[in-house]
Each structure stands twice: as structure tokens, then as C-alpha cells.
T-cell receptor, first 114, second 114 residues
């Protein structure tokens, strides 16, 4: 079975400052990794995903994440945040071989301070 | 394509009543998933379909819950004899296939059981 730990439930950051949202996963098998964003009163939207290949993955809205297999981490970063990035961010994992459900973390709420 | 749609968006019901939610996936998608999201948590997997076949059900899905996808297109999720603990956001997602395929989420149905 897989599990996902998002180490921070809330992250406040000033506008135009960099941000890192941390994610660690646990799995005995190979996995695919995802970051989803949920804006207020909306459904989840995929930011980026890691399937294979380069460990640095670029996504939408200027976000990127780096897969680190030895540390079982998949941290999300953005060099300069905007007010519009205010949202809840979910890290997620799926078993590469089972081809089914996604396991989500509890989420990190990003607060952008003016 | 208009994306994944869910109906209704909000539902308030009294304890003991039955409720039914509908999900219309992206038209060419074979996979359809149901998740439940409670306050402060990430989405939790409930069940998924490949075409009309229901391939997996979570232990979270008690006997009071039933899901169908009769023609491999839209799906319904019914909760019988609702309990206050059923109050949550019910999310539907669809994907072309499984594995690393992106799951596209609908806006969700928010259920409140009084």
C-alpha cells in the first residue's frame, strides 16, 4: 500500500517570494507521482506529474517538482508566487503496476500575503 | 469538450433519507472514479469503473453505498439511509485509461446530512 505525507498543513508566503511545498511518500513498489491544486469552490486540477525520465518536472502556472527516489520525496516549488496561487495543494501517488486509484495527501493550504 | 460535470452541486438532506448523485465524464474516457473529501482531508478513493464494469471498491464504501455506470457513460452514486458522517464533498473523476493517465475531476457534490 502507498501513503503520502504532506509535512505542512498551511504555508504562508509573501507575494513574489519563492515557495516550496513538501511531500514524502511511502511505497514498496514503483509509483507515479502527482500534484493537484484545488482553488476555492472548484474541483481538483492537475499541476504536474512524474511518470518516468527526468526527475525535474515542470507543470502549469510556473510550478515545478523534483522526484527524489532515495528520499522518497516529491517537493513542489515556485520561484515567485502570486495572489492567484492561493489554493489547496495535494500531493498524490499511484501504484505503477496496479493501474488504478490515486492516494492523496491531506493537502497544504498556500496563503499568499500581500 | 466541457469536462467532467456533476449534479447536483449541493444537497441537503435529513438523516435516514436516500440521495443519488450523477457524474458525466469526459465523453471518450473509459475510466470513471468516485472519491470522497471531508473537511481538512485529501480526497479518498471510493470506487472506479472501466467502461461499465466496477473494478474496485474501497472499504470506505459501506453496504449503504452503491455506484453504477450502466452504459459505460454517466455514473450514479447512491447513498441509502444517510448518516451525519456521510456529510462530505463527493468528487468524480475520469481518465482515458489508468496508470499514469491524468484524472480529470468534476466540481464535486457537497452533501450535508442534518
Amino acid at each position: 500500500a502507498q501513503s503520502v505525507t504532506q509535512l505542512d498543513s498551511q504555508v504562508p508566503v509573501f507575494e513574489e517570494a519563492p515557495v516550496e511545498l513538501r511531500c514524502n511518500y511511502s511505497s514498496s513498489v514503483s509509483v507515479y507521482l502527482f500534484w493537484y491544486v484545488q482553488y476555492p469552490n472548484q474541483g481538483l486540477q492537475l499541476l504536474l506529474k512524474y511518470l518516468s525520465g527526468s526527475t525535474l518536472v515542470k507543470g502549469i502556472n510556473g510550478f515545478e517538482a523534483e522526484f527524489n527516489k532515495s528520499q522518497t520525496s516529491f517537493h513542489l516549488r515556485k520561484p515567485s508566487v502570486h495572489i492567484s496561487d492561493t489554493a489547496e495543494y495535494f500531493c498524490a501517488v499511484t501504484d505503477m503496476n496496479r493501474d488504478d486509484k490515486i492516494i492523496f495527501g491531506k493537502g497544504t493550504r498556500l496563503h499568499i500575503l500581500p | 469538450d466541457t469536462g467532467v460535470s456533476q449534479d447536483p452541486r449541493h444537497k441537503i438532506t435529513k438523516r435516514g433519507q436516500n440521495v443519488t448523485f450523477r457524474c458525466d465524464p469526459i465523453s471518450e474516457h473509459n475510466r470513471l472514479y468516485w472519491y470522497r473529501q471531508t473537511l481538512g482531508q485529501g480526497p479518498e478513493f471510493l470506487t472506479y469503473f472501466q467502461n461499465e464494469a466496477q473494478l474496485e471498491k474501497s472499504r470506505l464504501l459501506s453496504d449503504r453505498f452503491s455506484a453504477e455506470r450502466p452504459k459505460g457513460s454517466f455514473s450514479t452514486l447512491e447513498i441509502q439511509r444517510t448518516e451525519q458522517g456521510d456529510s462530505a464533498m463527493y468528487l468524480c473523476a475520469s481518465s482515458l485509461w489508468g496508470g499514469g493517465e491524468t484524472q480529470y475531476f468534476g466540481p464535486g457534490t457537497r452533501l450535508l446530512v442534518l
